[in-house]
């Protein structure tokens, strides 16, 4: 009762404890742990962002989704890659129309400068970004900022003040600052760590591969179509290999892909022959392939 | 879950309380190592007034996502949270009057840590060195507390004499009690920091140095009022390093600083490269790049397969030079040998394979463990075939020899080194 009084109406009534979180995240087929939920659901009452770190395929992505699609959010992704800058992330001045606008002016007899320069950086003459959109939406959006961790360093600072004001300072025009600040989900593989300033102010989850049970579970969502049996011996097999040290383990994406391969194939039990010719799925890398087909011991556990 | 109306409804002084408690705890996590600032504590409390206090795991999660911020520190936090917030005791934990739950926590802390089990024996030292972390962290705060105006700093400080410091200088590593190794351990990494860099042909803009003609003309034409030499100097770079790091049985110990050493190597320079030679080569530069120092030896240890087993010193060096020298070896990559040359192979392969990577190194140099003894003669067939073909030969068996390492890694002082008088003259370089 005192949470949800006490706090500023977000909309969203229904996330009023992180029971009800976890639950909105099953109907919405994703099926977190008790942990992640636990940080989320304080990621959304402290609207600060949260920060997933994970290895590939683990559903870092997949969680800004689904807390989309639950919150009847719209989702704003940014990608981020190197060389990844304002103009891409944030903001653009729309110069061909400024150039047009210029042209126009010229036409229509003698110029009044001042007012030109003071026209052409109107508001309408942005052309905004992820960044941008998700600060002036109308609604909370659900911003998700993809693999941070590949855009280069100095992006990061850029961020800071859209993640702390929740505000982007434009030279030309002053602040914007957003109205209905958005829920940030940033997501990184951690192929390089990101700054400390950034993290200070995030809220931070280490994303880990699902256990057996949870990831059995996540299958049966996200395949259906495969029988249980199958699906159960196929992520009984994933968890072994991921334990080998592989160079790329598979993720939990690669298990729901390769469940639906072995699904494609018929197969009702994992047999040697349709593991090692459908291995490609579950794994990218030459020397994963050769020592999992050469050493796992492909023992099918009786429990099917 | 209903939200937490003990918690809500707490008395101004109680969360006073919760404050000081939280603060106490995070300075625990920042002694065992992680950096968490004192404002996390706030933002912590913010998340407790939302989630509650009930839930013991809830709190757990909480507090990991506001103070934990890379997956090593986990454990760490755990095993803090897990001394310092017992079940049954957490509301007393975090309400009670400050400090009162973390004094006794060191003891109570104690069959969450598996005491180090057997000191003499390798593993044990390092299986539980993150626990030692925050044993010592939960020690010092206890030391500071009962001492009430003195720091967790100056308790460290005056805990640390002179004497004490310069007797673990001198100590072989080998003969070192486990605490004392954990700290040799930690001093050896501070000492890869001070690897000298080495000039490249490159140059930059710089207050002094050479004068740049071409750049003092443009700055000229840009303002001509204003006639200013602009300078030059040349740039410096970290040395590239390959480490290849006999594991056999007579090298255990000084191995297992080795890796401590080279895990700071990498941090300061992940370019650098390091492989362990057993009875096969395994490349264990990537597991050395994990942050923590602790974790990254773990894990490492659990990719050497033959650790502490036999040496094919002469088979190691030629899949090294037949797998990874052309990759990792540049004409500028200084390789560090660390290995006591017994070898029970053939030494005529161990010769021409030793030979094979000087000529595509810049230099080899041999640090070698056994130059401990006065009197060190290169009897063993496997010393004699290696020797020729390293530029130098150093010691590495203490903490002193380690910090003379710099000094020889110069670049460009190779050819001064000087190898034992035992060497003969015809392999001097």
Request: aromatic share 4%.
């Amino acid at each position: 009762m005192h949470s949800t009084d006490s706090l500023p109406a977000s909309g969203q009534p229904w996330v009023d404890s992180i029971d009800s979180l976890i639950a909105g995240f099953g109907r919405h087929d994703y099926i977190c742990d008790r942990r992640l939920a636990t940080v989320a659901f304080l990621s959304l009452r402290m609207k600060r962002p949260l920060l997933l770190e994970g290895e590939a395929g683990v559903g870092k992505t997949e969680l800004a989704k689904t807390l989309a699609a639950m919150l009847g959010a719209p989702l704003i992704r940014l990608q981020c890659y190197e060389g990844l800058d304002i103009a891409q992330a944030a903001y653009e001045w729309n110069v061909s129309r400024q150039l047009l606008e210029i042209r126009l002016a010229e036409a229509s007899g003698p110029v009044d400068a001042p007012r030109i320069a003071r026209d052409l950086y109107r508001r309408d003459m942005l052309i905004e970004r992820p960044l941008m959109k998700a600060l002036l939406s109308p609604v909370p959006a659900v911003l998700l900022i993809d693999e941070l961790d590949r855009a280069d360093e100095p992006f990061e600072a850029f961020l800071l003040e859209m993640l702390g004001e929740n505000q982007i300072t434009i030279p030309e025009l002053g602040s914007l600052k957003a109205v209905h600040p958005p829920h940030v989900v940033i997501t990184s593989n951690r192929t390089r760590e990101l700054r400390d300033a950034l993290k200070r102010r995030c809220l931070y989850h280490w994303l880990d591969y699902p256990d057996t049970e949870r990831e059995f579970e996540i299958v049966r969502r996200r395949a259906p179509e495969a029988a249980a049996s199958l699906a159960r011996q196929a992520v009984e097999f994933v968890q072994r290999i991921r334990t080998m040290g592989l160079f790329k383990p598979p993720g939990v994406a690669e298990s729901i892909d390769w469940v639906r391969a072995l699904q494609a194939l018929d197969a009702v039990a994992l047999d040697r022959e349709r593991v090692d010719a459908t291995l490609g799925v579950l794994l990218k890398h030459q020397e994963d392939i050769e020592r999992v087909s050469s050493d796992a011991p492909l023992s099918v556990p009786a429990s099917a | 879950m209903t939200p937490a109306p003990s918690f809500t409804s707490a008395t101004p002084e109680t969360s006073g309380e919760l404050v000081r408690n939280l603060t106490i705890f995070v300075r625990l996590l920042r002694e065992a190592g992680l950096r968490v600032g004192p404002e996390r504590a706030l933002v912590a409390i913010e998340a407790l007034a939302i989630i509650g206090i009930e839930q013991r795991e809830d709190v757990r999660s909480a507090l990991a996502g506001v103070l934990v911020d890379a997956p090593e520190h986990r454990p760490v936090f755990d095993a803090l949270f897990d001394a310092v917030f017992q079940p049954g005791l957490l509301e007393q934990a975090l309400l009670g009057r400050a400090g009162d739950a973390v004094p006794g926590a060191a003891s109570r802390a104690a069959p969450h840590m598996p005491a180090g089990g057997d000191p003499d024996t390798d593993s044990a030292t390092l299986r539980f060195a993150s626990n030692q972390r925050v044993a010592r962290a939960l020690a010092s705060l206890r030391a500071a507390q009962a001492a009430a105006p003195m720091t967790p700093t100056e308790a460290k400080e005056r805990s640390g004499g002179y004497s004490r410091d310069e007797q673990l200088h001198t100590t072989d590593f080998r003969a070192m009690t486990v605490e004392e190794f954990s700290e040799a351990a930690e001093r050896a990494a501070l000492l890869a920091r001070h690897l000298p860099e080495e000039r490249t042909r490159r140059s930059r803009t710089a207050r002094r140095g050479a004068p740049d003609l071409r750049a003092s003309l443009r700055r000229a034409a840009r303002s001509p009022l204003a006639i200013e030499l602009v300078r030059r100097e040349p740039r410096w770079r970290a040395q590239s390093l390959v480490l290849l790091l006999d594991v056999s049985g007579s090298m255990q110990r000084y191995a297992r600083l080795m890796l401590h050493w080279a895990h700071a190597l990498t941090a300061a320079d992940p370019r650098t490269e390091t492989l362990a030679l057993g009875t096969r080569l395994t490349r264990i530069s990537r597991r050395l790049r994990h942050r923590d120092p602790d974790e990254a030896v773990r894990n490492t240890l659990a990719d050497i397969v033959d650790w502490g087993g036999g040496t094919r010193l002469g088979s190691c060096l030629a899949s090294f030079n037949a797998l990874w020298s052309r990759r990792l070896l540049g004409s500028r990559t200084t390789v560090l040998l660390l290995t006591d040359g017994l070898d029970r192979e053939d030494t005529t392969l161990l010769a021409s394979e030793a030979a094979r990577l000087r000529r595509h190194a810049r230099r080899v140099i041999w640090l070698n463990p056994l130059l401990r003894f006065e009197g060190f003669e290169p009897r063993a067939a496997g010393v004699r075939a290696l020797l020729p073909s390293v530029d130098a030969m150093l010691p590495v068996h203490n903490l002193k020899s380690l910090e003379q390492l710099p000094a020889a890694l110069m670049p460009g002082v190779s050819h001064q080194l000087v190898k034992p008088n035992t060497v003969a003259p015809s392999s001097a370089r």
